[in-house]
C-alpha cells in the first residue's frame, strides 16, 4: 500500500512540474516594450534579450539607456504570481487631448469686458500658472510657464521639459509671458 501511494505522489509530482515551470517564467511575447504605451510603476517588459521593471509612470522610454525610468530585472519574472498579487489599477493614463481643462487659462476669462479680455487672460493666465519644475509630477491639462511661455500638459510629465520632450507632453499656447 505504501508502494502504491509513493508512486501515485511521483507520478502526481512529474506531471505537475511542466505547469510549474510554465507558471514560474513570463511570456516574452507578450511582455514586449512598446514604445507608444504607457508603463505604470512595477509593470515588466522584455528588450533586447533583457528583463526590465518599470520604476515610475511614463512613456516613450527606451529600457537599457540608463534613464531612471527602467531598472533591469536580473532573473526571468514570474508573472503568474505577480498577477495573483496585483492591485487592480486606479488610475490608468489620461488620453491626449486638446480640450482646455475647466478653470484653464483657455476657459476662466468669459465674463471679461470685451476690450479687457485679451489682456485680462493673458495676466490672469501668466499670473494663475506656475513655473514649471523638472522635480515635480504633472497631470495631463495642467497649465505651467516656462521660458516666457505657456505649456498645457497633454501628457502625463515626470520632468519632461517643455518644448523639448519626445514624445511631447506640453502643447505650446499662444500666450506670451516673456514680460512677467
Known sequence: MRQLFALLCLITVLFSLPAIAQAATCDQSQHEWVPTRYYHP??????????????????????GRGEFAWEAV??????????????????????????????????????????EASRMT?????????????????????????????????????????GVAMPPHWRKLETDCAGQ
Open 42 to 63: 512595477g509593470e515588466l517588459v522584455h528588450y533586447n534579450d533583457q528583463w526590465y521593471r518599470s520604476r515610475e509612470l511614463h512613456e516613450g522610454h527606451q529600457p
Open 74 to 115: 536580473s532573473e526571468t519574472p514570474d508573472c503568474e504570481a505577480r498577477a495573483a498579487n496585483a492591485k487592480p489599477e486606479t488610475a490608468a493614463a489620461q488620453p491626449h487631448s486638446d480640450a482646455p481643462a475647466k478653470d484653464s487659462p483657455e476657459t476662466s476669462n468669459e465674463q471679461a469686458p470685451a476690450g
Open 122 to 162: 493673458v495676466d490672469t493666465a501668466c499670473q494663475d500658472s506656475p513655473q514649471w519644475v523638472f522635480s515635480k509630477a504633472y497631470e495631463v491639462g495642467t497649465t505651467v510657464r516656462h521660458e516666457g511661455h505657456l505649456y498645457k500638459a497633454i501628457r502625463p510629465s515626470n520632468g519632461d521639459m517643455p
